[in-house]
């Protein structure tokens, strides 16, 4: 194998580790992001029993539960 054969076999494995990090690291962003949604709607629905009767609340509810279903795999869902 001459050197630019192995330099193109490490430059070829270099790329695909790459790849495989930006896919694991857009998969921890995703469950991060769902994590923090998920603790925001369980404060505003805790206020929602509460009492919180407010436009504001229930639009805030309504824009982080399309998100959701956006993070699902529709993305149509933030058109609402």
Same mark, same amino acid.
């Given at each position: 194998?001459?050197?630019?054969? %192995?330099? @193109?076999?490490?430059? $070829?494995?270099?790329?695909?580790?790459? $790849?495989?990090?930006?896919?694991?690291?857009?998969?921890?962003?995703?469950?991060?992001?769902?994590? %923090?949604?998920?603790?925001?709607?369980?404060?505003?629905?805790?206020?929602?029993? @509460?009492?919180?009767?407010?436009?504001?609340? @229930?639009?805030?509810?309504? %824009?982080?539960?399309?998100?959701?279903?956006?993070?699902?795999?529709?993305?149509? @869902?933030? $058109?609402?």
């Amino acid at each position: 194998m001459t050197r630019e054969e %192995r330099l @193109a076999q490490f430059e $070829a494995e270099c790329a695909q580790q790459e $790849a495989e990090y930006n896919e694991r690291e857009a998969e921890m962003l995703r469950l991060l992001e769902w994590k %923090r949604i998920e603790k925001t709607l369980a404060g505003l629905y805790r206020a929602r029993y @509460a009492g919180d009767k407010t436009i504001l609340t @229930a639009q805030r509810i309504d %824009r982080f539960e399309r998100l959701q279903q956006c993070l699902l795999g529709s993305p149509a @869902a933030l $058109a609402g």
